[in-house]
């Protein structure tokens, strides 16, 4: 076993490798960027070398500097992680010339399954079932749209050396090609260094269901079965479990044998995931019918293996550092066994009512699930964060993977709401609530899955107001006559209980929630009671302050409900959280706002920091409601600005290359 290693990542993921190295006393070596000067994963190492700039271009992907700063600490090894150059066949070379340990498979194994085009031919070779599409090197645009139209549509664009979800595109129709082809290569280029790309069938109905292979180098390679990755957005994964719904013994035993023959057909080392596309042709209820195809090969640990982890009860991490130094599997196929259901849920800084627009800001509160109300082992939060730390637009989105385990599905699917639900974020949007209303929709209870469960639940998934406005309004006020409380004094005209000797006192509250601008009235009723109303909404308000150690935290009843409510207050937005979900309520001073408007008709803005991509209009053009006008390049994703109006472009105020603030007028636009 090593004595050192170098982590050559961050976040999560470099948190998650320190854990184990520190248990198998392995001392460890974190690499920071200038953003990353204080993050958790530097603490979480025994020493540490900065690398260079906040863009990943700048210091993650500098393996020059990360090989030097590995030799100069003495590190042994390097482990990658996944992303950045975990995957990079050059940085595993340049790792073994210069003495150093790569955790990860052979240069060769990478540079095989590195491009998807390569890759299927191999595969094809090895026996592995295909999608039928085009893989070949000619990269002509009329030879690419020749083939996507004999193929059929819906047909697939996919980067040859991508991942992740991004140079992917779905094109419906011929028409259409062009364009997603553009897109798509330009993506890829910016994302990969390489605009190669392949078409494939896009199979209808499709599940994503991924196959954990471990190979030694021994000769040896197992599968640690399988993990289902159907529930998607934006072709990136949001939820993933294992085993996967309806998997039969056999056709498990069936996408085992044909995972270990990928692997083996290029001699693969260590943690790897082969992935398929599962074809549902008699639908979710028929799982003996399904057929599987070979979609490509991770060349590394993959995001979701704490579930892998949690069903087998196994430290992929550990097998990773025993296989490099050169031990052989702790464990052959046959002692390998299934215990329980687990599910991660991906929590990222986004909207997802705004197609899932990344999110940027600072973490103001972060407070995990309570593990303890669960039994041990039960419940994980991997995380890179701490309260209090900055999301930024270099890096991707994701603040945390939660992780549960129960005995059965349906036991981990509500220890996963009720985890969920106790996860406390203000600060930033995140995805939480949207995890909440998938975990719990029908469609992912029944485990009727396929890759396009989000957009066909959509009515039930987006724009969900699970709180709802009596009780928000409700909890805010409460929330402002607990502080007062607090800061009475012991005599008894500093008390803020509303009390005068004859009428009765009424305060006005305003607020603004879900866009509605709407006043409350709280009346000091003269036996005590409380009553608030708004709209046509009116009855007595009563609440007992609770214990925290942040926050407020009460019981609340109001209108014939009662909840158990946490709120939070910065600056005017009191962010509530309960049982049923979590929002955000604006509390208005009326005097200081009188007059405001929020039109700002002709202005568009940018959403995010980032670099504009392109324009698709000019000044000048006439433009319609939904026409996309530019292109922005944010936390690794490539976002559209559509017209928000029918309109004419008067002005374009950058250029595309230019680096734009959050916020930062792009276009004006003359509306009609």
Not at 15 to 30: D, F, I, N
Not at 401 to 422: C, N, P, Q
Not at 481 to 493: I, K, M, Q, W, Y
Request: aromatic content about 6%; charged content about 20%; glycine content about 8%.
């Amino acid at each position: 076993m090593f004595t050192k290693i170098l982590i050559a990542n961050r976040g999560e993921i470099a948190c998650r490798v320190a854990a184990t190295a520190r248990r198998l006393g392995v001392k460890t070596v974190a690499v920071y960027s200038d953003a990353d000067a204080h993050a958790k994963h530097v603490a979480a190492c025994d020493e540490s070398v900065y690398i260079g700039g906040s863009a990943p271009k700048d210091s993650y992907l500098q393996w020059e500097r990360i090989i030097a700063a590995a030799l100069a600490t003495g590190a042994q090894a390097i482990h990658p992680g996944y992303g950045f150059l975990s995957e990079n066949e050059a940085f595993a070379n340049a790792c073994a010339k210069a003495g150093l340990v790569f955790i990860g498979p052979p240069s060769s194994a990478i540079e095989a399954m590195g491009l998807k085009a390569e890759s299927k031919r191999l595969m094809e070779k090895a026996g592995v079932p295909l999608v039928p599409g085009y893989h070949g090197a000619d990269q002509d645009p009329a030879l690419l749209q020749r083939e996507a139209d004999r193929i059929g549509y819906p047909a697939l664009i996919k980067a040859s050396a991508g991942g992740g979800g991004k140079g992917m595109r779905v094109v419906e129709k011929s028409a259409d090609f062009a364009d997603a082809l553009a897109s798509c290569q330009r993506e890829a280029r910016n994302s990969f260094g390489s605009d190669a790309v392949l078409i494939e069938k896009y199979v209808q109905r499709p599940r994503h269901i991924e196959i954990q292979v471990f190979g030694d180098t021994h000769g040896e390679c197992v599968y640690l079965f399988e993990r289902d990755c159907s529930v998607q957005r934006r072709h990136q994964k949001v939820l993933e479990e294992a085993p996967a719904p309806g998997m039969t013994p056999e056709l498990r035993a069936q996408m085992g044998a044909a995972a270990v023959a990928a692997a083996k057909a290029v001699n693969y080392v260590g943690a790897g995931t082969v992935e398929f596309i599962v074809e549902q042709p008699e639908g979710y209820a028929h799982p003996e019918a399904m057929r599987f195809y070979f979609m490509e090969m991770n060349t590394r640990l993959q995001v979701e293996h704490p579930v892998t982890e949690a069903i087998t009860g196994l430290d992929l991490v550990e097998w990773q550092l025993r296989v490099a130094s050169g031990e052989p599997l702790p464990l052959k196929q046959e002692d390998l066994r299934i215990h329980g259901h687990a599910i991660e849920a991906r929590i990222c800084a986004e909207t997802p009512d705004n197609n899932f627009l990344p999110a940027t800001g600072t973490l103001t509160v972060y407070r995990k699930p309570d593990c303890s109300s669960f039994e041990r082992g039960t419940v994980r939060v991997d995380d890179g964060v701490r309260e209090g730390d900055t999301i930024s637009p270099f890096y991707d989105s994701m603040v945390a993977k939660l992780i549960v385990h129960g005995a059965t599905r349906a036991e981990a699917l509500a220890r996963l709401d009720t985890a969920l639900a106790e996860t406390r974020i203000v600060g930033l949007s995140t995805n939480v609530q949207f995890l909440r209303h998938v975990v719990t929709s029908r469609a992912f209870a029944q485990a009727e899955l396929d890759t396009a469960l989000i957009p066909r639940e959509a009515d039930a998934l987006f724009h969900q107001d699970k709180v709802g406005k009596p009780l928000a309004v409700a909890a805010t006020v409460a929330q402002t006559l607990l502080a007062e409380r607090a800061s009475e004094g012991v005599d008894p005209f500093s008390r803020r209980d509303g009390w005068r000797p004859h009428g009765i006192t009424v305060r006005r509250f305003d607020f603004e929630y879900q866009g509605e601008v709407l006043q409350a009235q709280l009346s000091y009723l003269h036996d005590g009671a409380l009553q608030l109303a708004f709209g046509e909404v009116s009855g007595v308000l009563t609440f007992d302050a609770l214990p925290s150690d942040t926050g407020t935290r009460m019981d609340l009843r109001f209108n014939g409900q009662g909840q158990t409510v946490q709120t939070w207050q910065v600056g005017e937005h009191v962010h509530i959280f309960c049982g049923l979900g979590a929002t955000q309520i604006l509390e208005i001073d009326a005097l200081a706002h009188a007059g405001e408007t929020a039109a700002e008709g002709g202005r568009l803005t940018a959403p995010m920091p980032g670099k504009v991509v392109s324009f698709a209009v000019k000044a000048g053009d006439t433009v319609t409601k939904g026409q996309a006008l530019a292109v922005m390049e944010a936390m690794k994703m490539e976002h559209t600005i559509a017209a928000p109006a029918d309109g004419t472009v008067a002005e374009l105020l950058y250029a595309p290359g230019d680096q734009v603030n959050e916020g930062a007028e792009l276009l004006k636009l003359s509306v009609a």
